[in-house]
């Protein structure tokens, strides 16, 4: 099992060896990649993370 560093840089076949965490980083986000929309419920999973909630506000 590899650790999981940024989800923006998965490559396809790094997902499937990281299924697992990646169903517990992704399942309550908390944060969004404005560069690469992928969420997360840690920032330190994304390259340039905003929070979910801040941007539902500026809408
Ligand atoms: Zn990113």
């Given at each position: 099992?590899?650790?999981?560093?940024?989800?923006c840089?998965?490559?396809?076949?790094d997902?499937?060896?990281?299924?697992?965490?990646?169903?517990?980083i992704?399942?309550?986000?908390k944060?969004?990649?404005?560069?690469?929309?992928?969420v997360?419920?840690?920032?330190?999973?994304?390259?340039?993370?905003?929070?979910?909630?801040q941007?539902?506000?500026?809408?």
């Amino acid at each position: 099992m590899g650790k999981i560093k940024k989800l923006c840089g998965l490559k396809k076949d790094d997902i499937k060896i990281v299924m697992k965490k990646l169903v517990k980083i992704v399942s309550k986000p908390k944060f969004i990649c404005e560069k690469c929309a992928r969420v997360s419920k840690e920032e330190k999973h994304l390259c340039h993370p905003i929070t979910l909630k801040q941007q539902k506000e500026k809408n």
